[in-house]
């Protein structure tokens, strides 16, 4: 089990920009696709941006997409999620983790995890005047 590590993440006012990472060895060579997730206070995680190893195909939910992007650097083996034009609503703890699928199922993002995802500290994104 290879830890993922999340960093990037910081206060921003509406309207600007983070770049998260997400980065581990061998970690854009794996079976698995790579997911950004979220969890702000009181709500339950939910997933955010995935990522396909085999392809690249990106996938996001709805409130993100236009927004949000996720990319790979298979050099550095490092996972980002770029975040733009950022909202009140996009404060949360944001992790990554291996998802099983990623898919659009109606349009609409649908993801299954990896057995036993690892769970990181996850990076603290707070957007806010």
């Known amino acids: 089990q290879v830890d993922l590590v999340e960093s990037g993440g910081g206060l921003v006012q509406p309207g600007g920009s983070l770049r998260l990472s997400c980065a581990a060895p061998?970690?854009?060579?794996?079976?698995?696709?790579i997911a950004w997730f979220r969890q702000a206070p009181g709500k339950e995680r939910e997933g955010v941006s995935c990522i396909a190893n085999s392809d690249g195909s990106t996938y996001h939910r709805d409130s993100v997409k236009g927004r949000f992007t996720i990319s790979r650097d298979t050099v550095n083996d490092t996972v980002y999620l770029q975040m733009n034009s950022l909202k009140p609503e996009d404060t949360a703890v944001y992790y990554c983790?291996?998802?099983?699928?990623?898919?659009?199922?109606?349009?609409?993002?649908?993801?299954?995890?990896?057995?036993?995802?690892?769970w990181g500290q996850g990076t603290q994104v707070t957007v806010s005047s």
């Open positions: 061998g970690l854009t060579s794996d079976w698995y696709n």
């Open positions: 983790a291996k998802a099983r699928m990623c898919t659009y199922v109606n349009d609409k993002y649908y993801y299954t995890l990896a057995p036993n995802p690892y």
